[in-house]
Structures are given as C-alpha cells and as structure tokens.
C-alpha cells in the first residue's frame, strides 16, 4: 500500500460513512472454519467508543464517495463541493485484514456512492466480500450495504458472502423523500429489501433441510432513518419500523439523527443541534416493541403523535395507564412487571427468579439493582400493608423528574441506559 | 478459629474447602501462602492442592447449580475481591445446606456478593475480548500487553484461540506476569518478565514489522474520523472506555511522532 494515499482515503471514507449509525456485529452464526481468520458468532464486541459514546465494532467505511445522485442529506451528494476519493479492492480487502488481526475491529461494515451505476458500484463490493471470504479465508463480520437498483443476481451474490445487508430508507416518508433525493423512490428502496427477505426465508429453509445449504446473510438485513431533517412525527416513524420489524423482518431499526451539514434551505441550517433526545426516545420506544411486548399503538396514537421528550415512553405509558397499576411483583406476570417504569428486562427476570425464594420487600427490589425510586410509584407489596398514595399522573412525573439527576436534563445519547 | 492456607490457586481453594468439611473445622478464616500474620490465630492449617479432591467439590457444586450459577464460582474467585475465597465458601456452604438450587436467592448476602463478584469478572473479561491490541513483531508474532482488574486471561483464551486460529499470538498480563501464548496449535500460559528497556521505543522499533507503526497510524485516524463533533459525549465516552485501561489502546495514545 501507498502509505501516505491510503491513510488520506480512510480520513476521507470514513468520515463520510460515519453517518450511517449501524454498529451491531452479532447475530451471525459464522464460524472459524479450516483454521483460517476470524469468527463471527459471537455477541458482538464493541471494541471503542468514540468521543461521542458511539460504540466502533466495524471497519465502517465508504468504497468511494463519487456518486451520480444528489440527495440533500447525504454529504456525498453530488452537487456538495467536497474532496472525492475512492479505495481499490485491494486496499480495503488489507485494511481490513490488517485491522481485524490487531483484534481493533469484528470485522467491515462496508458502503458505497453510487459510481457510474448501481451494478457497477454493486459488483466492486462483491468482489470485495468474495475475496475476504475466498482468498483470505476471513470469517468476521461482514455488513454490506446493498445499492438500491442493483441486479437481483448481485443481491443473491452478496447475500452468499455478508452476514448483514441494509438497504436504508433514510426517510420516513415518500414526500419527504420527494423533497430531499428526487432521483430516489420508496419503491426502489423496498423491492430490494422484499427481494432480501424472501431470500433470507428461503435459505433458511432449505438449510432445516439440508445443512450443507450455504449461510444467507445470516445476521439479516437492517435499515435506517434519518431523524429531524423532514417533519415527519413519531407516529409516522414508528409506524414505519414497526411495518420493517413485522412485514421485512428486519433485525434492526437504526434511527440517525440529523446532523446539519448543508446550506440548502430544505433542510435545517448548519448548527441546528442534533436531535438527540428525540433519538434517544425512539430507541427506547424501538426497545418497547421488540423487547417488551409493546404494540405501537400503544406507544403513539393519533391523539398523541409524538414521543415525549421529558420523560421515557414506557414511563408515558404507564402515566396514561394508572388504573393498570399499582402491581405486586411477587405475584403479577413476567409480561406485567416488564412494564413497570423503572425495571428493565434483565431486571423483571431477577424478580421472578429471586421471588421463589421469598416474598419480596422493597429493600431486595433494590438488592436486585431495580430502580427503586422511580417504579415504587407502581408498585404493590401485600404485606406489611402498605398505604399507596393517590397520586394522579402528573403528581408522579413530578416526583420522578424531580428525583431524577441530570440523566433527563443534559447530555443525551442513543446509548443512555434504555430505563 | 483455624486458619487455612492454600497456593493462592482455584484447585487449591477448592482442596481447602474439600478439607474444611472433612476435618469438620468449624470457624475458619482464609490465607495465601505468602501471608504470614498468623500469631492472631490459634490454628494453622496448610492445604496441600489436590486435584482430586478438587474436583469432587466441583462436582458436587455441579449438581447444585445451574451451569451459568456454576460458572459464576470461578469467575467470582478470579475477580480477586478482597476476601472473596471466604465469601465464596460462605456460599459453598449455604449451597451444600440446601435441598434446592440457591443461586437466585439474592437478598442472601454471600449469594449477592457471588453474583456481583462474577459479574464484575464477567464484565471485564468482555472488555478484554475488546480492548486487546496486538501488535506484529518482525518474527510474525502478535503480541498485546493488558493489565486488567481481575485474573480474566483464563476466561479469554478460547475466544481468541478460536478466532485466532492462523496467526502466532501472545497476551500478556503485566500485573500478574503470565500470558497465554497460542503457537498456531495450542494455547499455554506462559511466565515471562520483560527487561526494563523492553517498553523503550527504540527496543520496539526493532522488534516490530515494518508496517506496524502505520497500521496503528491508521487505527488513530479512523477512530478520529468517525468522530461527530456535534454529538461529543465525554461523560458517555468514559464511562465505556475507562481511563485505566487507555495506556495498552492504541488509539488513546497519541502518535507522538507527528
Ligand atoms: S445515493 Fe446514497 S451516497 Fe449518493 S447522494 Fe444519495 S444517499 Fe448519498
């Protein structure tokens, strides 16, 4: 490698592919074969943080920066007067090898402006993948983004090669993707995904079948979309994750953010704060639906469209549904004391395993590292009898904003503890 | 009060406990060989490590326990706690007392003190899985100094063996002076001591390949790159990537050359 030319790509590619938030590594069943480099079946493993508390599990870069399109949100579009830079196959199959043996990453999360055309640009990245996995024997993660309008067959092929693909919808709505990237359709962007999942349906099958069937992108697909840069609500959004979690199963909604970088006046102007606590929320509300058995309607409805910036979406729920409450952990179900403000998953299950062995006080909820202070507002203990103050709902917001620190005032981040 | 003394070893524990209950000692305080105040007790009882006995206590444990409650044992002892062998044998005993499995009795003392034990262990041993960084020597070999908490390299060994498995490596632990060392078919510990100049930089520049100061060049840069600074976060930062371990992370320490 060139040293001096390949260290100012990566400054380049990198930066211009750091707004794509995905950072999961796990979910893949790939495992270190014939002894060659590398596993991916694991959890994944964040192996730095940057600054901004952003876990860094892969080599995420862009293969080049060119593209043909000029979506306003992008900073690789067409019309934005930046410098331009492109990595040979050969230069990012190193990268990544060269970082993975330093054990710095768990392997390459690689994506592309669109050069020339889809299948072109497409084609490099196969070739990419297929060598890591042919000539290196490389089994690490690989999350590979597919380019919207590209050959079925180069689908499939890189579906045989990656553990994840992503085609990102980036925004919420058709009208909003009218505004900002007239080149692009929803259509464009949900065929592929419809394409992935059949596929993904299909090998796995066969592979119940047979299992010398090959892996098929076996973290599945994932999307994104860009948060604050249109007017989208929260309904519209969560409406949208909760049509990808049910009709494309997809494994990850990623929610992003917008950071201005852009004079054009469709957008917010350079140096409108980032919408973190807006973001921060709609994980906690994507939390809800995946992980807790929440339905989105409960969540966010027409009568309340958007998710409140001041307090959780569970602690919302709850407030609006009192006469659910109080509940008496020693007796309720699992799928009930998962929804009491303050207890988180991991959490509920300590209760129900530690309640065989006698009946739980307050003291142990707090042994068992429950947030006391703000789910005592829901809870019940049998005995001693103890007097529940009627309190109506924004007596208990008070009280809780009141109590808590400055995890609800200040610094917010997707990665805040989710309860 | 008796007090027993054993190698300082998990078997060697484990041979303690084994003798505890046959010799029906009744209380009992815990020492590593190398402590030598013992005038405060009336008793000295030293513990010769005994694999066999060893393993007839894990395998009483083993029934008892789920195999996650079990694992815990280990982990716990290896997080070094301060008096953490008498904890555990607090909970060993409450173990053996029992009809039933007790490893979610938490509001038992011992039984929660186990728990965040292993836990803290456990939490380590995955920072470590992470926070590795080899470095390529001119004879091939990928070398990575760490100096964690606990005792964690016996919890980290099959990981890296299996995801390692065509490179020469070695990881090794400075406070405690042993690494584990993978030679393409096994992986041993192995005690080594480095020489005093052995971290100067010029003793480095001769031993590593030619390209790994531009690799850990390239690491710095990315992780500058993917940086947003709108969305600084130190507080966060921090909290993930503690301080004490920047000094083995190569993208924590500046590129002073530059
Ligand atoms: S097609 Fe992709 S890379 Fe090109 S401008 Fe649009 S979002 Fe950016």
Same mark, same amino acid.
């Given at each position: 490698m060139v040293h001096e030319r390949v260290m100012e790509k990566l400054a380049i590619l990198a930066d211009a592919a750091k707004y794509d938030v995905s950072c999961s590594s796990s979910n893949s069943t790939r495992k270190n074969k014939n002894k060659g480099l590398g596993d991916a079946s694991g959890n994944g493993i964040c192996h730095a943080y940057t600054e901004d508390g952003r876990c860094v599990s892969l080599l995420k870069i862009?293969?080049?920066?060119?593209?043909?399109?000029?979506?306003?949100?992008?900073?690789?579009?067409?019309s934005n007067d930046i410098k331009r830079a492109a990595f040979t196959v050969q230069e990012v199959v190193d990268l990544t090898i060269g970082f993975y043996r330093r054990n710095y990453i768990e392997g390459l999360f690689l994506s592309s402006g669109i050069f020339d055309n889809p299948d072109y640009t497409m084609e490099r990245l196969v070739r990419i993948v297929k060598k890591l996995r042919l000539e290196e024997n490389f089994n690490g993660y690989i999350h590979l983004k597919a380019i919207p309008g590209a050959s079925a067959e180069l689908l499939r092929e890189a579906g045989l090669y990656a553990d994840r693909l992503s085609v990102n919808?980036? $925004?919420?709505?058709e009208k909003s993707l009218k505004l900002l990237?007239?080149?692009?359709?929803?259509i464009d962007v949900i065929k592929p995904m419809e394409f992935l999942k059949e596929e993904i349906v299909g090998y796995n099958e066969e592979k119940k079948k047979n299992y010398k069937t090959p892996l098929f992108a076996p973290a599945g697909q994932s999307t994104q979309m860009v948060i604050?840069?249109?007017?989208?609500?929260d309904l519209e959004i969560l409406g949208m994750s909760n049509y990808f979690y049910e009709?494309?199963?997809?494994?990850r909604v990623y929610y992003s953010g917008y950071v201005p970088i852009s004079y054009d006046n469709r957008l917010p102007v350079i140096?409108?704060?980032?919408?973190m606590i807006r973001e921060n929320r709609l994980y906690q509300a994507d939390w809800l639906l995946r992980?807790?058995?929440?339905?989105v309607n409960e969540i966010v409805?027409?009568?309340?469209p958007n998710l409140d910036l001041d307090i959780d979406p569970k602690l919302g729920w709850a407030l609006r549904n009192?006469?659910?409450?109080?509940?008496?952990v020693n007796t309720a179900d699992l799928e009930l004391i998962l929804r009491?403000?303050?207890?988180?998953v991991s959490g509920a299950h300590k209760i129900v395993a530690a309640r065989k062995f006698k009946r739980l006080q307050p003291e142990d909820l707090q042994k068992l590292g429950i947030a006391y202070s703000r789910s005592k507002y829901f809870l019940a203990f049998a005995s001693p009898f103890q007097l529940q103050r009627d309190l109506t709902s924004i007596q208990i917001k008070d009280h809780i904003l009141n109590t808590q620190n400055s995890k609800y005032k200040n610094d917010f981040s997707n990665q805040l503890s989710l309860f | 009060m008796t007090q027993v003394i054993y190698d300082s070893t998990f078997e060697g524990w484990l041979t303690a406990v084994f003798e505890i209950y046959e010799q029906k000692f009744e209380d009992v305080v815990f020492a590593k060989s190398?402590?030598?105040?013992?005038?405060?007790?009336?008793e000295r009882y030293f513990v010769e490590t005994d694999l066999q006995k060893a393993k007839r206590v894990l395998n009483g444990l083993k029934q008892k326990l789920s195999s996650e409650g079990f694992a815990n044992i280990y982990k716990a002892f290896l997080s070094?706690?301060?008096k953490m062998d008498e904890t555990l044998f607090q909970y060993v005993k409450y173990i053996f007392s029992s009809?039933?499995?007790?490893?979610?009795?938490?509001?038992?003392s011992p039984v929660l003190e186990v728990r965040k034990a292993a836990y803290l262990t456990g939490r380590e041993s995955h920072r470590m899985k992470a926070f590795v960084r080899f470095k390529l020597t001119k004879d091939n070999l990928y070398y990575a100094i760490v100096e964690p908490d606990c005792d964690v390299l016996p919890l980290i060994e099959k990981h890296f063996t299996n995801r390692y498995a065509d490179q020469r490596w070695l990881i090794y632990d400075a406070k405690r002076k042993y690494g584990i060392y993978y030679d393409l078919e096994n992986t041993t510990s192995v005690q080594l001591e480095f020489n005093a100049?052995?971290?100067s930089s010029q003793f480095l520049a001769e031993i590593s390949d030619d390209n790994e100061e531009f690799f850990q060049n390239l690491w710095r840069q990315f992780f500058k790159s993917v940086n947003i600074e709108s969305r600084k976060n130190t507080k966060l930062h921090l909290q993930h $990537?503690?301080?004490?371990?920047?000094?083995?992370l190569t993208e924590k320490i500046p590129n002073l050359k530059k």
């Open positions: 862009l293969l080049t920066n060119h593209c043909i399109f000029d979506c306003a949100y992008c900073v690789s579009r067409k919808v980036e $925004m919420p709505t990237a007239p080149d692009k359709n929803h604050g840069a249109t007017q989208e609500n009709k494309m199963n997809m494994r140096g409108t704060p980032v919408p992980f807790y058995g929440f339905n409805g027409f009568d309340q009192l006469d659910k409450f109080p509940v008496d009491i403000p303050g207890i988180g | 190398e402590v030598s105040n013992t005038l405060l007790f009336s070094e706690i301060d009809a039933i499995n007790v490893e979610d009795d938490l509001s038992n100049n052995s971290n $990537m503690p301080k004490r371990y920047w000094k083995n």
